[in-house]
């Protein structure tokens, strides 16, 4: 059996190396390392393959949500509302802009953000909402858009893990992830679902005035070359990462596909085991069925009950089966975000999943030979633990 990876980037580098060297050698041979026609290539390419009118390249994830705050006009002691549950850039940026998180629970069966949750936290002060797609699946965002429009708040979807993955609303209609709030963010991490040879990112809007103001902002506020009409950033996807981009997006659709016939796989061995939940896809689809977009699987996240998930993680690193939890502490027990408004009835969610997540191997070179060991040794600990 090949070695087990969390993510296995050498495996899937080896089926793509030709294309890859050639479109990182175009960029050697041009000299063209910032804002070269590659970048420009994979930007119209990512625009046409999500349907969206503009993609705005920048360096990172976490730049990208915070360039996406700056271009909303947000002002110091706006509230913006996120997941208590997600990766902590989410809520960092928000701090960062001297914005007031306002975190919330989310649901426990999809991990992503709670409705009621953010219905509640809603004030006056309330500018924002941040919908994570946690582990490659959309939030409610249906319910979110219509609070959006009663409140008149602006939706940031961070899609930083979903990218590729379809929405459907309750009238059947199909949108990508990430083309449906006001504005995206997607990071291009080298483990993320389209990820690069180094760090890279991306923001998406429909909007034309907001891209315009967006594209300033990326470049030191810049809309005529040495005029700085706004506070900028330095923020820019490099050519070489943009060629890596490039020579992997139109393998993006069978990447995913490739993790959830993993995560299928996954389900099966795992499903009715009384102690071990799988997790749930909703929007439209109940099992993951063979057209399905639903989800992207950036992780496979199971839930362990009635047994020992910490131990459970120092068994399978002892038989070299690597597994991760995400995340481990809840954001509003974090030291830099704690808020003496915060009430711990209302993070019951988190609070819980935090001590029952664990998320599997999930990559695009995974094999039933590597399942089957990983689910049969995860199945014999919590049955005889
Ligand atoms: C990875 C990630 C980010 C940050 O992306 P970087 O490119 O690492 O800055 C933001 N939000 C979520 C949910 C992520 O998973």
Redesign the pocket.
Known sequence: MKKIQMVDLKGQYEQIKTVVNNSIQEVLETTTFINGPKVHEFQKNLENYLGVKHVIPCA????A?QIAMMGLGLKPGDEVITADF??A??VEVIALLNLTPVLVDVNPDDFNINIEAVKKAITPKTKAIVP?H?FGQCANMEALMDLAKEHNLYVIE?N??GIGAKYTNSKGEKAMSGTIGHVAST???PS?NLGCYG?G?AIFTNDDDLAHTLRGIVNHGMYERYHHDVVGVNSRLDSIQAAVLDAKLPHLDKYNNARRNAARVYNKVFANHPNITTPKTVNGCESICDTCDCHVFHQYTLKIENADRDALVKHLNSKGIPCGVYYPIPLHKQKAYLDSRYDEANFKVTNQLVKEVISLPMHTELDNEQIAFITETIIDFVDNN
């Not at 990172?60 to 730049?63: K, M, P, R």
Request: charged share 20%; aromatic share 16%.
């Open positions: 990172n994830g976490t730049d949500l997600t990766f850039a989410t994570v946690l961070d930083a893990q990071s291009f991490f993320k760090d990112g």
